[in-house]
């Protein structure tokens, strides 16, 4: 009768709690008004909008450059860089996470065996030759928590929305490194560029200071233009080794990106190749919020905060374990597999907090202020996300117009250095102008090139700004955050990535 009274008790004792509503927190993520277009694609016909079935910002971007090496470089930021690795690792702990939470809704069983000895002389109260007596002990423990009130249903939602943040934290470190590659290595080129600009003009030089020197001799022209002649050679090549010191650095930088010793590490020597930026399919704005892993990851940590809403209101609720002792105990080993050495205890136990002097009510308005620094944060993200699209487009149309008038300095300066040339030849100038005018077309082109280079960074920035082609259904679903692959290392290296298409 007992023991069909207490299992009729806990039944009675489940059901009653598990009749009432479980605590839940229903999420919506933060409404944000986006605008219908950007501003900076009016009347510019450098850039399109790009249509939903749009590919060209699919996967591995940089191959929109078309430069071999480049493709190269940025496929071994994702296998060897190790900044990447650690939030891989990250990644996968996130996971490990998930299972630990898993566990709440299950039992624990715990078994403790013991054997003990023991004895009472008669001045501590021991009967005269009774002796030292032993015990064995065999007992086991369950105990379980019922999830009546959604408590572990609510910790896993924001374990799982823990591990899609780190798996978009992932993905904005991968795009933001390669970005930093592209950039590098275009800077890089330009530095090459520069010296290769630098190397003709010191061949002209050598030419001049020649010819200045057989003027000189023959009593045409002053030794001033001589020491002017050297003095243009000499700081034309000073200017040609200081370019070195910039190339190395952003080469080590880049063999420390790859995950290389910068020691063994070197890229030859090149150009940029088309000597324009590609075009670059630009979406709406709507579209950004899906297209971007930072925006992804704060829309994650909202959902975060609004679970930990739903644990903090928990808190006003009791929580049941039903536990329980099975096992065997004797002072005999002989005796201890018999029936009669059984030992066993069963029972609910109910706990409730009945006064904390409003601790629970701090912490739910703790809870409540955070979701709301958290969507709050969202929306900055997001119209962070809108002012980097905007910045970069006009960047690039004002880069564009101001190359265009460069070009027309550097042919302009181009005809004036021919013309100076040919007055001081005929001993109508001094070299002075003549060194001036050069020194005027040298810069020139000088910064032709680096507005080619400063054009090439702001496309990378904007291909950075527009998510790199990521969408944000390459982020783990629930269901796909259960999957083994998500705990091998050699699969997670391609968590969150776009598909290459």
């Known amino acids: 009768m007992r023991r069909s009274y207490l299992v009729v008790s806990i039944a009675v004792l489940i059901s009653l709690f598990s009749s009432s509503c479980a605590i839940t927190a229903k999420y919506q993520r933060p409404a944000i008004q986006a605008p219908v277009a950007y501003k900076e694609l009016a009347g510019s016909e450098q850039w399109k909008t790009a249509s939903p079935g749009d590919a060209a910002l699919k996967g591995k971007w940089w191959e929109i450059y078309g430069d071999p090496q480049l493709n190269a470089l940025e496929e071994k930021i994702s296998v060897s860089n190790y900044s990447v690795k650690q939030l891989e690792a990250q990644f996968r702990e996130s996971i490990a996470l998930i299972a630990i939470t898993r566990t709440g809704y299950y039992p624990t069983v715990t078994a403790s065996p013991a054997i003990s000895q023991s004895d009472r002389g008669p001045n501590a109260g021991g009967a005269p030759g009774h002796g030292a007596s032993a015990n064995f002990q065999t007992p086991f423990s369950a105990s379980w928590v019922p999830d009546i009130w959604n408590r572990v249903g609510l910790a896993l939602d924001s374990a799982n929305a823990s591990a ?68 243009q050679l000499y700081g034309t090549q000073a200017q040609d080794v200081d370019l070195g010191v910039q190339r190395h650095e952003f080469e080590h930088a880049i063999a420390v990106l790859t995950g290389q010793s910068p020691s063994e590490f070197s890229i030859p020597r090149g150009k940029i190749a088309d000597g324009l930026p590609p075009q670059i399919p630009v979406g709406v704005p709507s579209t950004l919020l899906e297209r971007r892993p930072d925006i992804a990851a704060a829309e994650r940590t909202v959902a975060v905060a609004n679970a930990n809403i739903g644990i903090a209101k928990t808190a006003w609720y009791p929580s049941l374990t039903l536990g329980g002792t099975a096992g065997l105990s004797s002072g005999s080993l002989l005796n201890l597999l018999t029936w009669g050495s059984r030992v066993w205890t069963v029972g609910p136990t109910l706990a409730q907090t009945l006064f904390d002097a409003g601790k629970r009510k701090a912490t739910l308005r703790q809870a409540q202020d955070a979701y709301d620094a958290t969507a709050y944060s969202y929306r900055e993200t997001v119209l962070s996300a809108f002012q980097q699209v905007e910045d970069n487009l006009s960047t690039l149309r004002t880069l564009a117009e101001e190359a265009s008038i460069q070009a027309k300095a550097v042919d302009a ?65 629930t269901a796909g955050l259960k999957s083994p692959d998500m705990e091998d290392p050699t699969k997670t290296v391609n968590v969150a990535q776009p598909a290459a298409k």
């Open 164 to 231: 899609q943040i780190s798996a978009a934290t992932l993905e904005n470190l991968r795009l933001s490194l390669q970005a930093t590659l592209a950039i590098d290595y275009f800077t890089i080129l330009d530095n090459d560029m520069q010296h290769s600009l630098l190397q003709d003009n010191i061949k002209i030089y050598e030419d001049y200071l020649k010819l200045t020197n057989d003027r000189f001799n023959g009593g045409v022209a002053a030794k001033s233009d001589v020491l002017l002649a050297q003095t």
């Open 413 to 477: 300066a181009k005809q004036s250095l021919d013309l100076e040339l040919e007055r001081y030849k005929a001993g109508t100038d001094s070299y002075l102008n003549v060194i001036t005018t050069q020194t005027i077309a040298l810069t020139d082109e000088r910064t032709q090139v680096t507005l080619l280079q400063q054009r090439m960074s702001a496309s990378v920035n904007l291909i950075l700004a527009l998510g790199g082609g990521w969408d944000a259904s390459t982020i783990p679903t």
